[in-house]
């Protein structure tokens, strides 16, 4: 049986640490979906299709790696696309207790499908979207905080 796992997240914008995180899991998993969450409450600088892009872009050679979208539930994803995993990475002890709580939300929904935690590498430990967003709002240069096959100045914020 193919182990398909779901990266889920808003991705605005996609960092190296999850770009990361990605690589290091096509160890562990035959495919990996990289799920963009469309929430309608929640306001994007980035467009949904432009975060698909960039996505797009970073493993344009990566064939085990597709890049969707979707909204509702993660594990209601997950049994849709015959994932078996949810894919998380941990920066710190406040994204793992985070975490925790949604993968045990996740596990009461759905036993079937687990959450699977990868740590990020120490130099990434600082780096969330919410910090880059905002040196690109502020027109300062996140070109170091995103992975080198983006050029941030393709991309405008283009927001949902």
């Known amino acids: 049986m193919k182990k398909i796992a779901v990266f889920p997240g808003s991705f605005d914008p996609f960092t190296i640490g999850h770009e990361a995180i990605v690589r290091r899991a096509l160890n562990l998993f035959d495919e990996i979906i990289i ?3 469309a929430n309608a409450l929640k306001k994007s600088y980035y467009s949904l299709e432009t ?4 996505i797009s872009t970073i493993f344009r050679d990566e064939p085990r790696i597709k890049v969707d979208h979707y909204e509702g539930l993660t594990v209601d994803y997950c049994r849709k696309h015959g994932a078996k995993y949810i894919l998380r990475g941990l920066r710190t002890a406040a994204d793992f207790e ?3 709580a949604i993968a045990q939300v996740n596990r009461a929904m759905a036993y079937d499908i687990e959450s699977v935690f990868l740590l990020t590498v120490p130099e990434h430990t600082p780096i969330n979207s919410t910090i880059v967003r905002d040196i690109i709002r502020s027109g300062g240069d996140a070109s170091k905080f995103v992975p080198s096959s983006i050029n941030l100045r393709d991309y405008k914020g283009d927001g949902d």
């Open 35 to 37: 799920a963009v969450g």
């Open 51 to 54: 975060r698909k892009a960039m």
């Open 98 to 100: 985070f975490e925790r």
